[in-house]
């Protein structure tokens, strides 16, 4: 029964941010009132609380380790990407670039860096 229950928590978590980015797209950010931009807000944040939690239950054996890790290394990956595209897109196409999008790469490469060096040298 709790796989059911994992299951159920990924699903939700996967229409909480398609009924989000649904929001965003389709209403104009120009015409949002300030209560919807505060309900907005505080549904990305409880997204990202939640999202960050997924997979962190009490592992039972070494393949949902394993699982788990291949997750979170396939997510970082994605991110990098991700991320890396926009910052393509923003100097050849609008010659401006978004300083948090180059923010977050520099913070994603700092903490797998420091994060290998720490585990590394880790008795």
Same mark, same amino acid.
């Given at each position: ?7 159920? &928590? &990924?699903? #939700?978590? #996967?229409?909480?941010?398609?009924? +989000? ?9 120009? @015409? ?5 931009? =505060?309900? =907005? ?14 997979? $962190? %239950? ?5 393949? $949902? ?15 990098? *990407?991700? %991320?890396?595209?926009?910052? =393509? &897109?923003? =100097? ?8 948090? *999008? #180059?923010?977050? +790469?520099?913070?994603? @490469? ?14």
């Amino acid at each position: 029964m709790p796989r059911i229950k994992i299951l159920v &928590y &990924y699903f #939700l978590l #996967l229409v909480l941010i398609a009924l +989000i980015s649904g929001y965003l797209l389709f209403k104009p950010m120009d @015409n949002m009132s300030m209560p919807a931009i =505060i309900s =907005i807000c505080t549904f990305l944040v409880l997204y990202s609380v939640l999202i960050s939690l997924a997979g $962190e %239950i009490k592992s039972e054996d070494e393949r $949902e380790v394993l699982h788990r890790n291949l997750s979170n290394r396939m997510a970082t990956v994605a991110a990098t *990407l991700f %991320i890396s595209g926009g910052l =393509i &897109y923003q =100097i050849f196409i609008t010659h401006l670039i978004d300083w948090w *999008l #180059l923010a977050t +790469i520099i913070v994603i @490469n700092i903490t797998k860096i420091t994060s290998l060096i720490y585990f590394h040298y880790k008795k």
